[in-house]
C-alpha cells in the first residue's frame, strides 16, 4: 500500500497535507482523517476531507460505489436547500472530492480504489443511544434522507451489492456453508481450527434459524406481490452512521458505500435494531440484551415527523416485520461468516462474529416477545 501521505495528496488541490490519521470503527473499508494545511493572503488556516479505501472483496465494483455517491450528490444540490422545519444549520450530505486531474477515485501501485469525501465538521456520532430526544433525532435524520432521495430515480443507482438485505437469499448461502460445516467438523471445530466453540451454542443458533425460516421471506414476499416499492435507500442506517451538531441534531447521514434500490423498510429495521440496544452490538453480555420499545417510540416519532408524506398505506404495515426481520438477518450473517471463518467482518477474536449473532438473535427474540406493544407504537403515531 502506498504511502498514506502521498495518496492523500492525490486529491489536494492546495495547500499541504499535514496529518493523516486513523478514523472511525468500520467493519468493511479503512477510514482516515485528512488534515491539510493551507496558506492563503489572509493568513495560515487547516481544511480536513475523508480518505477511504474501499473494500473490493466487499464491495466488488467499487467504480459504482462511487459513482452513486456522485450521482446523489448532484441529485441534493437543489433538495438541500429545502426546510422542513426552519432548523439551523442544514442538513449536510458528504461529497465525492475528485483527484487533482479531476477523477472521482485513485488507484494505487496494488490497484486498491481510494476516494476522498467531505468531513462533516462540528459532528458526532454515537455508538449507541443516549437519550430519547437522541432516539427521536435519529429517526429525525433518516427521515430527512429518505425525504430527499425519495424522487432520485431509482434507474439512476447502480446496485452495488446485490443481494444485499435480500434475507432468503443469505438463507441459501447460510445452507450451504453449514452444510459443508457439518459434513466435516461435526458442530465443534473449523477447517482452520481456530473457531472453537461450545457445541450447544452453535445447535441454539441452528435451532433459531430454522424456526424463523418460513418467516424470513416477508418483506420479499410483499415487493413480488406489489405491496412494497423499490426506493432508493441507504441500505446501512445504523445510529453510529447518523451524525449530531454539537446541539444534538441530526445533520448527516454517513457511510454511504450501500447506497442502492432497496425498500425503505430495511433501513428503518437497521436504524431501529441499532438505535433500540442499549448495549450495543458488540456487547458481550448478550443474554442481557434487549429491545428497548421507549426509545423505539421516539425513534418513530422522529421518522414520523417528516415521513406522512412518503410512506403508503403498506409501507406502515410491514414496519413491525422489517424491524423484527432485520436484526435476525443480521445475527444470521454474523452466524454464517463465523461458520466461514470470518472472511467479511473484521474481527478481533475467532469467536467474534459468533458473540455478535447472538446479540442479534436475543434482540429478535425480544422484538418477538413485544410485537403488540411495537405495533401498538406504530399504529398510534402513524395518526
Known amino acids: 500500500m502506498s504511502d498514506l501521505r502521498t495518496l492523500a495528496s492525490q486529491f489536494v488541490a492546495e495547500g499541504e497535507v499535514a496529518a493523516v490519521e486513523p478514523l472511525g470503527k468500520g467493519n468493511i473499508n479503512s477510514t482516515f482523517l485528512v488534515t491539510v494545511d493551507l496558506v492563503t493572503a489572509e493568513g495560515k488556516s487547516q481544511s480536513r476531507f475523508v ?8 464491495f466488488r465494483r467499487p467504480e ?3 459513482q452513486n455517491m456522485v450521482v446523489l450528490g448532484e441529485h441534493l444540490r437543489n433538495r438541500e436547500k429545502i ?8 442538513w449536510q450530505t458528504p461529497q465525492i472530492i475528485p483527484t487533482t486531474d479531476g477523477n472521482h477515485f485513485w488507484q494505487d501501485e496494488a490497484r486498491d480504489y481510494w476516494r476522498a469525501i467531505s468531513f462533516i465538521e462540528n459532528s458526532q456520532v454515537l455508538e449507541t ?16 434522507f429518505h425525504r430527499l432521495i425519495s424522487n432520485l430515480p431509482v434507474e439512476n443507482l447502480a446496485d452495488t451489492i446485490e443481494g444485499f438485505h435480500i434475507t432468503p437469499t443469505y438463507l441459501t448461502h447460510y445452507q450451504t456453508v453449514l452444510k459443508e460445516y457439518q459434513t466435516g467438523h461435526h458442530l465443534a471445530v473449523h477447517s482452520n481450527n481456530h473457531l472453537i466453540a461450545d457445541p450447544k451454542t452453535i445447535r441454539y443458533c441452528m435451532e433459531f434459524v430454522e424456526a424463523r425460516r418460513q418467516w424470513a421471506s416477508v418483506l420479499e414476499r410483499a415487493k413480488a406481490e406489489g405491496h412494497l416499492q423499490l426506493r432508493p435507500i441507504h441500505g446501512d442506517p445504523k445510529v453510529n ?3 449530531l451538531n454539537q446541539d444534538g441534531q441530526a445533520v448527516s447521514l454517513i457511510d454511504l458505500d450501500t447506497l442502492k434500490p432497496g425498500l425503505v423498510h430495511y ?3 437497521d436504524c431501529l435494531r441499532s438505535s433500540c440496544n442499549r448495549l450495543g452490538e458488540e456487547t458481550e453480555d448478550w443474554k442481557q440484551v434487549t429491545f428497548d420499545t421507549s426509545l423505539a417510540k421516539a425513534m418513530l416519532e422522529g421518522y414520523f415527523s417528516l415521513a406522512h408524506d412518503f410512506l403508503t398505506e403498506y409501507d406502515y404495515l410491514y414496519i413491525y416485520d422489517a424491524i423484527r426481520l432485520i436484526a435476525f438477518e443480521l445475527g444470521l450473517r454474523f452466524f454464517t461468516d463465523y461458520l466461514v471463518g470470518n472472511v467479511y467482518f473484521k474481527v478481533e ?13 436475543k434482540l429478535t427474540e425480544s422484538i418477538e416477545t413485544q410485537a403488540e406493544e411495537i405495533v401498538g407504537i ?3 403515531l402513524r395518526q
Request: glycine share 8%; proline share 4%; aromatic share 4%.
Open 51 to 58: 480518505l477511504q479505501r474501499i473494500n473490493a472483496q466487499v
Open 64 to 66: 459504482q460505489v462511487i
Open 83 to 90: 426546510q422542513t422545519d426552519g432548523r439551523s444549520p442544514h
Open 129 to 144: 443511544i443516549e437519550t430519547h430526544t437522541h432516539a427521536r433525532e435519529v429517526g429525525y435524520g433518516l427521515a430527512m
Open 241 to 243: 452512521n447518523i451524525m
Open 267 to 269: 433501513d428503518i429495521g
Open 349 to 361: 477474536h475467532p469467536t467474534h462474529n459468533l458473540m455478535r449473532a447472538l446479540v442479534q438473535f
Open 378 to 380: 406504530i399504529e398510534a
